[in-house]
């Protein structure tokens, strides 16, 4: 099936090769996907990937902007799609009318997946899924609005999975892993809402609290100190470690890390500042730990990241 979106970008323009090969280098490049590089201003750089199948569209926007910028765009037809938001690693299954719309991309760089499933068969799958009732029958009032079910946090796990996808290089057996891909992905987003409603109220409100916290001082030593953390919020060390997994999906190290590393390389593509204070900014204050860190998450070391501000 063909994209439901249809973006309206001002004042873009094709990156040149030599730009698109280096932005490459720091981004997820899928073989079997149509990429496009645009840049959107004042080189802020967005990298788009496509791929098709007749249950669903999946399209990555990969983006390094050095100022907020706004999105205008359009939904073609009503569509039913799971948005995953690599940076804060969280998907959200989402019902749009036909209409135009606007969205603002913040500062740095993050990842975005956006999976639009063929509305007749999404509804017949769905009919027995018991947390999408009230998202089926918001579709079929005539009036219907855009309606968001909860977040919850499993986007870098369906990265990894399109990954995995990408590898198979037989034609028969991609096809046949996409329509694995598309159907694990409604029924992970699916069995995660049912844990999130029945995790006790109190659970879930300490959760939030816990998730803005570390959020918001992920460079501090104490978001990846469990013990500490444990008496800031006056749980146990099990509870922190259990609360930290309803809260992130993840164990609380792995999100620290993952937050830490974003970040970094958010610094690295919109800034000119030194590795070595990029370090310290991300919560590292040995660059060659940092630098180890780093290379194990995005497969390359910091100063191989190609720099648009860097002299």
């Not at 027995?128 to 009732?133: G, S, Y």
């Not at 816990?210 to 978001?223: D, G, P």
């Amino acid at each position: 099936m063909r994209s439901n979106f249809k973006f309206h970008f001002a004042q873009a323009k094709t990156v040149t090769a030599t730009g698109a090969e280096a932005l490459r280098k720091n981004m997820l490049s899928l073989r079997m996907a149509n990429p496009s590089f645009l840049e959107l201003g004042s080189e802020n750089i967005l990298y788009y990937q496509e791929i098709s199948h007749f249950l669903a569209h999946i399209e990555l926007f990969q983006h390094a902007l050095n100022q907020e910028i706004q999105v205008d765009f359009s939904i073609l037809k009503p569509t039913f799609f799971l948005c995953a938001d690599l940076k804060s690693d969280s998907c959200c299954l989402v019902f749009m009318p036909a209409g135009k719309y606007q969205k603002q991309l913040p500062v740095g760089s993050n990842q975005i997946m956006l999976i639009t499933f063929r509305p007749d068969w999404f509804i017949d799958k769905c009919q027995e899924l018991t947390e999408f009732k009230s998202l089926i029958r918001h579709f079929h009032n005539s009036s219907a609005q855009q309606l968001n079910l909860p977040r919850v946090g499993f986007a870098q796990n369906l990265v990894k999975s399109l990954k995995k996808l990408d590898e198979v290089i037989v034609d028969f057996k991609r096809a046949n892993q996409s329509y694995i891909f598309i159907n694990n992905a409604i029924d992970k987003y699916h069995n995660k809402l049912k844990v999130r409603k029945n995790t006790p109220p109190d659970q879930r409100r300490k959760a939030v609290e816990i998730s803005l916290f570390v959020t918001e001082n992920f460079n501090a030593e104490i978001v990846n100190d469990l013990p500490r953390l444990s008496r800031q919020f006056m749980v146990s060390e099990r509870s922190m470690a259990r609360l930290a997994k309803i809260a992130f999906g993840i164990p609380l190290h792995e999100h620290v890390t993952k937050l830490r590393v974003h970040f970094a390389l958010g610094q690295l593509l919109i800034t000119a500042k030194p590795i070595k204070e990029i370090a310290q900014l991300s919560g590292y204050k040995e660059p060659h730990y940092f630098s180890k860190v780093f290379k194990k998450y995005f497969g390359i070391a910091p100063k191989s990241v190609f720099r648009p501000y860097k002299t």
